[in-house]
């Protein structure tokens, strides 16, 4: 399984999450996405329905001749670390606003420190780094851990059905193990206190109004955070 891509087209991402259940993490410290979703290889025309799909779990079905997929509640985990010009412009793109993509993000601008950095700098402090190491290696055992559970479910299809092929679903079915976290009653509480408060301020008057297809969606942020 692939678990981050990078200078990857639209159509390439959602084979990709047909392949392997509907995961995957696009993660570059460059913005060359920004520039394949606004059309580098379609002729400038943008495509962002995947990753919008992806964003809110939405299943994705593309019927076309050359290819038929279906990727059930899909889920993609983006993270950009590129210059702010770059940010201006991915903006400015109106389909990028008017779809919504520009919502969907989390975005961070932090002051430049240049002119003021230090030319030599201390090395990350060992216990930071062992931990960093052993938590990622964690996260990709317990990967391995549910593929290999995952294997053996497969060696169960029923004979004839083509695991493989997106269309009977069977794949995604197996692959698409989603785990649920709840939040307790008082949690729900909050988040309902929240959203009410949060509601005024999306109005033609409120705090929010110049950003308010964002805000709108900052209940479901705070919820998943």
Not at 80 to 87: A, E, N, R, Y
Not at 99 to 106: H, I
Not at 145 to 167: C, L, Q
Not at 184 to 189: D, E, G, P, Q
């Amino acid at each position: 399984a692939k678990l981050i891509v990078d200078d990857a087209t639209p159509e390439s991402v959602t084979s990709i999450l047909a392949e392997q259940g509907g995961r995957i993490a696009v993660l570059s410290s460059e913005g060359d996405i920004f520039a394949i979703m606004s059309g580098r290889y379609s002729s400038g025309s943008p495509n962002i329905g995947v990753y919008k799909k992806g964003h809110v779990g939405d299943d994705i079905r593309v019927d076309r001749k050359s290819r038929s997929e279906v990727v059930r509640r899909p889920a993609i985990t983006m993270g950009i670390t590129t210059q702010p010009d770059v940010m201006r412009a991915f903006g400015q793109n109106k389909t990028f606003q008017s779809e919504g993509l520009l919502a969907r993000f989390f975005y961070a601008l932090p002051t430049s420190t240049v002119g003021s950095r230090k030319v030599v700098t201390e090395p990350v402090a060992p216990e930071v780094r062992d931990c960093y190491y052993h938590r990622v290696l964690t996260m990709l055992e317990n990967l391995n851990s549910r593929n290999s559970r995952n294997s053996r479910m497969a060696d169960r299809v029923p004979e004839g059905v083509n695991f493989r092929n997106s269309k009977n679903h069977i794949y995604n079915d197996i692959f698409n193990d989603i785990t649920t976290v709840e939040i307790s009653t008082l949690a729900m509480k909050r988040l309902t206190d929240f959203l009410t408060w949060l509601e005024p301020q999306l109005g033609p008057y409120g705090t929010f109004s110049h950003i308010a297809d964002w805000a709108s969606k900052l209940g479901g942020y705070v919820l998943r955070v």
